[in-house]
């Protein structure tokens, strides 16, 4: 086990006086039962229940009387009811209907317990019409782990306490751009990370990814509608790792027969099961970011480890010299990505890309992100050197000046000027600081404040 900066929201949300039942979502295998029995290792009491076990499942599927079923937990378990703390976990809820409908009940009449589910493919509950209780439950949600994570486990606390601190030490440039190097070439999957920690062999952790490959097959098409729709989803699994990062159309994904529809059904399926995103491009250099659903959108997947295990590219990263030069750059693009959906404040507000609005052009910016009232391009693709006219035509629009570039390189400010003659501020951010990208962002508007 190593620490989970999502341990932080759930001790906020322990002392939430109006505290409601958490439910953590997130793919499977990404650590989700094992943060909560770590965090449950805070409680006077912690109650674990496994619906996966007919009998724990047992204890909700022979009463609908909710003071009943707290009994039948406490009796099943051996535990006190009259102990002050009392964490009760209840995880692979997905296999009871009947447990996901008590979570409001827990609320409404049993508050002094501390109630958490979780469980893999709950979006693909919802969308069969089983809901969760609206109003009644919270949620927060556990991606892979992050670079910051992986340095924990790495008991890399300088270079973290370093990372949070404006600006970072150059003489700690080559060191903690190697360790992000091997996190992007492993990702972070929990099971990987702990594995690679403890032999350093990356041939060791085949087993691992192909467990994983053949989990989610297994796991997604318990979900399926037909016969028809699990293999659509077995082929885009296949697929999908070697067109990640990639725009992508529904018609013919992966060299197939198969119809927009049925592409489409399953692609959503595989995002509600938070196994991959689907991201559509904006128009947008101003809040409110809409979406145009009639361009082209992004695929990307849940950990830029599989793709660089199930695309064979590995062998890529020990030859090529700058992490951008990996399969075509996508490599670098994704893990960014990764790394900025894992920090994203809000489910509403995620990142995404943009493009311009005008017909013919070929303006492309990797990602786009809100921080305040501003929407901050972020461009991936470019090295110490190469264009910057995508990023200047987005500026030209703007109503601001600022601009970020992740790279290979060390933490710089440029001064540009686009080629309308707007000045701007280009933040010049090694991919290993991306995980603090809104605090370098302030830094970076303090330094240079925006005219309005």
Same mark, same amino acid.
């Given at each position: ?6 341990? &932080?929201?759930? &001790? ?5 006086? $109006? ?74 809820? #997905? ?12 609320? !409404? ?45 790495? !008991? ?8 949070? !601190?404006?600006?970072?030490?150059? #003489? ?8 992000? %190097? ?12 702990? %594995? ?32 028809? +729709? ?8 296949? $697929? ?14 992966? &060299? ?15 995002? =509600? ?10 128009? %947008? ?28 590219? #590995? ?44 017909? +013919? ?8 992100? +809100? ?18 006219? %995508? ?13 970020? =570039? ?47």
């Amino acid at each position: 086990m190593f620490n989970r900066l999502l341990l &932080n929201k759930l &001790n906020d949300w322990s002392k939430k006086s $109006n505290r409601k039942p958490l439910v953590i979502r997130g793919a499977r295998q990404v650590g989700k039962t094992t943060l909560v029995l770590m965090f449950g290792e805070k409680f006077d009491q912690f109650i674990e229940l496994n619906l996966e076990k007919a009998e724990d499942r047992n204890v909700f599927e022979k009463s609908d009387n909710i003071s009943e079923i707290v009994k039948a937990i406490f009796f099943l378990k051996n535990k006190s009811l009259s102990k002050s703390r009392t964490l009760i976990f209840i995880d692979e809820i #997905q296999n009871s209907v009947k447990a996901i409908k008590m979570l409001r009940y827990f609320f !409404e009449e049993y508050k002094q317990f501390y109630i958490i589910a979780a469980g893999s493919l709950l979006e693909t509950i919802l969308n069969f019409n089983e809901s969760f209780p609206v109003g009644r439950v919270e949620f927060l949600y556990l991606y892979p782990c992050s670079f910051t994570e992986f340095l924990m486990a790495n !008991e890399q606390t300088g270079i973290i306490e370093a990372a949070n !601190e404006i600006s970072f030490p150059q #003489q700690l440039h080559d060191k903690t751009l190697k360790l992000f %190097s091997e996190y992007a070439l492993i990702g972070g999957m929990p099971e990987v990370i702990k %594995s690679y920690i403890n032999d350093k062999d990356v041939t060791n952790l085949k087993s691992i990814y192909e467990s994983l490959l053949i989990s989610y097959m297994d796991d997604v098409e318990k979900y399926s509608k037909n016969n028809v +729709q699990a293999s659509v989803i077995h082929h885009i699994i296949r $697929n999908c790792f070697q067109d990640a990062g990639k725009r992508i159309k529904y018609e013919g994904f992966g &060299n197939t027969n198969y119809k927009y529809r049925e592409i489409k059904e399953a692609l959503v399926l595989l995002e =509600r099961a938070m196994l991959i995103r689907i991201l559509y491009p904006t128009f %947008s250099v101003k809040p409110p970011v809409t979406h145009s659903l009639r361009k082209s959108p992004k695929l990307m997947v849940l950990d830029t480890g599989l793709i660089n295990y199930f695309s064979g590219i #590995q062998k890529e990263f020990f030859v090529k010299e700058l992490l951008e030069d990996v399969y075509e750059g996508r490599i670098s693009e994704h893990i960014a990505g990764q790394e900025l959906f894992s920090i994203s404040p809000s489910q509403i507000h995620q990142p995404t890309f943009w493009v311009r609005e005008k017909k +013919q052009s070929s303006a492309e910016i990797d990602y786009v992100i +809100q921080y305040e009232d501003l929407i901050i391009p972020v461009e991936v693709k470019y090295g110490k050197a190469g264009t910057l006219k %995508s990023l200047m035509q987005f500026i030209d629009m703007a109503p601001h000046h600022y601009a970020v =570039r992740v790279y290979t390189g060390m933490l710089s400010v440029e001064e540009f000027k686009t080629i309308a003659g707007k000045k701007f501020f280009l933040l010049n951010l090694p991919f290993y600081l991306v995980g603090n990208i809104f605090g370098y962002i302030a830094w970076l508007i303090k330094l240079h404040p925006n005219k309005k």
